[in-house]
């Protein structure tokens, strides 16, 4: 008898077949003397369309929504099918006898598994494999620590609530708005409040005044200290008022009133998880959400050199603590080598910053495994992704770094003048990041305006001396707008608000792209036309991310085995139908923001202008229509009687025309004189070639043709 192993992809499958001896290569599995090993293509169930349920939802109205069925149905996707038919044949297999789940260890890996278990309807045994790596020893260990299958019951009640929530609230809102205002509008659980967030951000940017301001530095030579108001703000909005103290100030003699030094210690950061790696690589390298998720896909499956990646947890487990110096003498190479060596001869440091088991749920923190890294076979950017891992690894196990803070206080005419400078005592894990530096966020927003006055290099100060200031700087400033988003800073707030997973947070960033409701300008998150009309169209509880946030708890909870399916999915549904009420009842306008200047050749009705990443292009709106072509300038072969250049070719109401933009000279194209291109002209003269005698030329032929087709015309 043998076991059926179920993995997520064929190149997952590949490997455990290797490992497990599973030598025999046939088109949908291998097979070995103990283990079959076949593979999903992420999923081959799905939740059925409505359609499935009745035949009138594949028409979409109005007066049908919203659409919740009692009971929700699977139904094979039928671009996978085909793979479909080959597991379930060998689940099916008499001498098949027990099957091991190895999708992705999380929510989703689980969900994907038992709903092709329970399509095939496999009342066979199953057990769980779950490892966080890929390596040949992982992959070892965790077969030979299978876990009972029904362990993760809770994570798939929890998965399959998730899945049909967002069914639920996303397919109704969005047929709602689709239908109501004539247009492609997209809205979703997850995504519309963080629409929302990004929303809000554009508004408080919009009705932001900016105002100018001065600072004043008072410079003694060897130092210099800003001038504070009383409350501790160093910008002056009364020019009078800069004027004023800069007289009072300049060649005054001040008094240190106050000198305060304290030690401060920085421990190490935290490890990393999945959200924090993606806002760091976004910051450092501009890499997107998505586009880390799927480099660290590729260190960790391909190169198998990562944990996994989909984690929510910035510790490690206690079972770990044997394994760090194996894993730190796999990335002593390179670069690293100086900094992991001295490491390795002592014994590694584990404190409560590192490893707590009360803080791990599913997966631990993403660190390097013990495989041996050559640094030549990534590429770039997977190159840049694993330095951040690595040193991220190895400052874990460097002590604090310390340094003495001094803040001195002068007194000038009864003005306040202020002074900090630090003074570095010990690097600590900040040597591992070398001169780049370990970026703060906190670092910059303190230094936005104080100038050369926070944490200058001091001379020896003390309480009672006098200084004279030499000289006033006045500096200028103009007070600034909050940021937009860009996707470490959104990624953090979806995280601060329970939006998503960080399995789903990139997928979600990257949906509210393609759905031109966002768009990338440079680093930053821009609201399209179309995304700022859709947040106003959606119901005000979907707009803010508290009741989506109260709904990803909940899930949570059930994981955990906290909660029920039941009264989650009964919350879901009141609410689905109640944002399908607002959409209905709504007296909110919908204007296109991406209507073109051209017609649809076909109905007449104005054509939208789209991106794609092949371009712009243009569609015609109708339901009916279809017609689609690119936006991108088209020359025709007509040249200006001016300039001699080609023309543009362009289409009005009356239909197709050529204009030349230099010189504004614009011709209608007579259909009568119409070009008739080469294969056009191929295909006439095959017409007649039926029709004339072989020894007609090709001339006569053409001829014929082009009068054929005038008189049809």
């Given amino acids: 008898m043998k076991v059926l192993v179920l993995a997520e992809k064929p190149s997952v499958a590949r490997e455990i077949a290797r490992v497990m001896g599973s030598r025999e290569k046939h088109k949908s599995y291998f097979e070995g003397p103990q283990y079959v090993v076949t593979w999903a293509l992420g999923h081959l169930v799905g939740l059925a369309e409505p359609e499935d349920y009745d035949r009138k939802y594949a028409t979409w109205n ?30 099916k297999r008499s001498d098949i006898k027990e099957l091991i789940i190895a999708t992705d260890a999380a929510r989703e890996g689980e969900l994907l598994a038992r709903w092709i278990i329970q399509m095939a309807h496999c009342k066979k045994p199953f057990k769980r494999l779950w490892i966080s790596s890929q390596t040949d020893k992982a992959i070892k260990q965790g077969f030979a620590n299978l876990k009972p299958g029904h362990q993760f019951d809770r994570l ?34 997850v995504q519309t409040p963080t629409l929302g967030m990004i929303m809000d951000r554009e508004k408080e940017i919009m009705n932001f005044r900016s105002e100018e301001y001065d600072t004043i530095a008072a410079d003694f030579g060897n130092f210099q200290a800003m001038w504070r108001a009383a409350q501790g703000d160093s910008r002056i909005f009364d020019k009078t008022r800069t004027e004023e103290l800069k007289r009072k100030l300049d060649g005054a003699s001040a008094k240190v009133v106050q000198v ?40 960790y499956e391909q190169h198998k050199l990562v944990t996994y990646p989909r984690t929510d947890s910035r510790y490690l487990t206690s079972d770990m603590t044997g394994t760090l110096k194996e894993r730190l003498e796999s990335v002593a190479v390179g670069p690293y080598s100086a900094l992991a060596r001295p490491l390795l001869r002592k014994t590694l440091p584990i404190t ?37 891992i690595v040193r991220r690894f190895i400052s874990l196990f460097y002590g604090p770094a310390r340094y003495d803070a001094v803040q001195v206080k002068l007194e000038v005419e009864r003005e306040l003048l202020t002074v900090k400078g630090t003074t570095v005592k010990d690097h600590g894990w900040r040597e591992v990041y070398g001169a780049e530096g370990y970026e703060d966020d906190t670092d910059i927003e303190e230094e ?67 759905s031109d409701t966002i768009e990338r300008q440079g680093n930053s998150l821009h609201p399209t036309g179309k995304g700022k009309q859709l947040i106003e ?52 306008e919908y204007k296109p923001h991406n209507v073109s200047n051209s017609h649809c050749p076909d109905c007449g009705t104005r054509l939208l202008e789209k991106k794609s990443k092949r371009g712009k292009f243009l569609v015609c709106p109708a339901n009916d229509c279809g017609y689609k072509r690119s936006a991108e300038k088209r020359l025709s072969n007509r040249r200006c009687p001016q300039c001699h250049k080609k023309m543009e070719l362009k289409e009005g109401k009356a239909g197709l025309y050529v204009q030349c933009l230099p010189c504004g000279i614009t011709e209608t194209l007579d259909k009568e004189k119409k070009h008739v291109n080469k294969r056009e002209q191929q295909k006439l003269v095959k017409q007649f070639e039926k029709k004339e005698s072989i020894g007609s030329n090709l001339g006569e032929l053409l001829k014929a043709a082009m009068e054929q087709k005038k008189e049809g015309e």
């Avoid at 039928?78 to 044949?89: D, I, P």
């Avoid at 009360?358 to 013990?370: G, L, M, W």
């Avoid at 309480?463 to 990624?491: D, H, M, S, W």
């Avoid at 608000?497 to 947070?505: D, E, K, M, Q, S």
């Fill in 352 to 388: 409560k910053r590192i490893v707590d088991d009360s803080k791990v749920s599913d997966h631990h923190a993403i660190i390097p495994t013990e495989q041996t890294v050559i640094l030549n076979a990534l590429s770039t950017d997977e190159r840049k992704l694993y330095d951040l």
């Fill in 156 to 189: 798939y009640e929890s998965a399959r609530c998730r899945a049909e929530a967002d069914w639920m609230v996303g397919l109704n809102v969005t047929r709602a708005l689709t239908v109501k205002y004539g247009a492609q509008l997209s809205a979703g659980r």
């Fill in 448 to 514: 936005s305006h104080e100038g050369k006055s926070s944490g200058q290099q001091l001379p020896e100060l003390r309480e009672g001396e006098t200084f004279k200031i030499q000289r006033c700087i006045v500096k200028p400033g103009r007070t600034l707008p909050p940021k937009r988003y860009n996707e470490a800073a959104l990624l953090g707030q979806m995280e601060k608000h329970g939006l998503g997973t960080p399995a789903t947070r990139a997928d979600i960033i990257e949906k509210l792209v393609s």
């Fill in 62 to 91: 109005l007066e049908d929504l919203p659409i919740l069925p009692k009971q929700t149905k699977l139904k094979v996707l039928r671009e996978t099918n085909h793979q479909y038919k080959a597991v379930a044949q060998l689940m």
């Fill in 260 to 299: 305060k030094k304290s030690e401060k210690v920085e421990p190490h950061p935290l490890a990393y998880d999945l959200t924090e790696l993606q806002r760091d690589a976004n910051k450092k390298y501009g890499f997107s959400a998505k586009q880390t998720s799927n480099l660290l896909q590729r260190l």
């Fill in 537 to 588: 169209l959606a119901a005000p509880q979907l707009r803010t991310p508290e009741l989506t946030a109260k709904w990803e708890a909940e899930l949570e909870r059930i994981a955990k085995g906290q909660g029920q399916p039941e009264p989650f999915l009964n919350g879901i549904r009141t609410m689905a139908g109640e944002l399908v009420r607002s959409v209905k009842n709504s007296t909110v």
